[in-house]
C-alpha cells in the first residue's frame, strides 16, 4: 500500500521562496530571448570630449574655458556663479537651485550648444547640500542645519549620492557635446616619509573616505587641468609671477591628467593654444 506523503508547508512567517531567473529567459523561463547581435568596427573613433579646469581665483579660469571659442563654435556658459560677466560669452543665468541647473541642463538652448560649460562645479555642490538640509531628514525624521548632524558620514553620502543625478544628466549629453568644467582650488596636506609634509591642491569639491565627489570628477573627466601662477624666488622668498601654467600631468603638489597633452602650457592672454591642442584645430 502506498504511504501518503504530506505537503511540504511553508513556516509561518516565512515567505516563499522567489522564482529562480533562467540565464537567456525571464523568470522561471526555459525559453531563451533572441540573443542581441553586435558588429566589429576599427579605427579611431571621433568622439566628444569632457575636461574640468581648477586653480585659485582669479587665475583666469572663466576666460580660458571662453577661449574655446576661437577654435571650436562658441560655448554656452550654465553660469551658476556668475563668473562671466565680464566676458562677452552666451549663457544661461538665474539658477538659484539644483532643480534649476537640471531644468538648464535639458534647454533648448543646451540641446542645440557643441560646448557647453558648468561655471562651476563647485557651486553646484553647493546647491545639492542645500537641497540635502531642505528635503532629506534624519531617521528620526528631523531637518538638521548642518550635513555633521545626520550621523558619521551620513550628510555625505546623501550629497555624493544627489551628485550622482547630476552626473547622470552630464553622462547624458556627453554623448554628443563638448562637456567643459570649472572648479574653484583646495589643498589639502599630504604626508611625506621621507622629510617634510607638503600641500597638494585638489579640486575644491567634497571628499571623505565612503563618498568621495572629488575621486568621481577626477575620475570621469578625460582632462582635468590646473593652473597656477608661476612662482619667482626673490630674497629666498617665493612669488607669485604674471605668467600662468596649465598643468596637464600631475606632479607631486596637485593633481593634472591629460589623455592627449603631456606638456605643461605657458599660457599667455587670449591664447586658445590648449583647446588647439586638445581639439586637433587650428586657431579660427
Known amino acids: 500500500m502506498a504511504t501518503a506523503t504530506a505537503p511540504i508547508k511553508t513556516p509561518p512567517g ?3 521562496a522567489p522564482p529562480k531567473v533562467t540565464p537567456g529567459g525571464g523568470n522561471g523561463s526555459t525559453q ?6 553586435f558588429s566589429v568596427s ?57 532643480d ?46 548642518y550635513l ?16 550622482l543625478k547630476f552626473q547622470e544628466e552630464l553622462d547624458r549629453l556627453a554623448l554628443d557635446k563638448n562637456i567643459i568644467s570649472i572648479a574653484h582650488c583646495c589643498s589639502q596636506k599630504k604626508p611625506n616619509p621621507a622629510g617634510e609634509d607638503y600641500l597638494e591642491y585638489q579640486p575644491d569639491l567634497p571628499h571623505s573616505n565612503n563618498a ?17 601662477m608661476a612662482q619667482t624666488v626673490a630674497k629666498g622668498k617665493a612669488k607669485s609671477g604674471g605668467t600662468r601654467i596649465i598643468h596637464a ?13 603631456k606638456e605643461s602650457i605657458i599660457w599667455a592672454e587670449d591664447s586658445p593654444m590648449l583647446w588647439q591642442q586638445l581639439f586637433n584645430k587650428e586657431a579660427k
Request: aromatic share 10%; hydrophobic share 35%; net charge positive.
Open 249 to 261: 600631468t600631475g606632479q607631486g603638489h596637485f593633481w593634472a591628467k591629460s589623455k592627449t597633452i
Open 212 to 228: 568621495s565627489i572629488r575621486n568621481k570628477i577626477r575620475n570621469w573627466y578625460l582632462h582635468l587641468f590646473f593652473i597656477e
Open 148 to 163: 555633521k548632524h545626520y550621523g558619521f558620514g551620513e550628510g555625505d553620502v546623501y550629497v555624493y549620492e544627489n551628485f
Open 42 to 98: 576599427t579605427g579611431i573613433k571621433p568622439h566628444y570630449t569632457t575636461a574640468c579646469i581648477y586653480g585659485e581665483g582669479g587665475v583666469g579660469k572663466t576666460t580660458l574655458a571662453s577661449l574655446i571659442g576661437k577654435v571650436l563654435a562658441p560655448p554656452l556658459f550654465i553660469d551658476v556663479e556668475g563668473g562671466s560677466q565680464d566676458l562677452d560669452v552666451a549663457r544661461i543665468i538665474g539658477m538659484e537651485t539644483l
Open 100 to 145: 534649476d541647473v537640471i531644468d538648464a541642463l535639458h534647454s533648448q538652448p543646451v540641446k542645440d550648444a557643441e560646448t557647453i560649460v558648468i561655471d562651476t562645479l563647485t557651486r553646484v555642490v553647493e546647491l545639492e547640500v542645500r537641497w540635502t538640509l531642505k528635503e532629506v531628514k534624519t531617521s528620526k525624521g528631523a531637518n538638521v542645519k
Open 14 to 16: 516565512k515567505p516563499p
Open 32 to 37: 531563451s530571448r533572441d540573443r542581441k547581435t
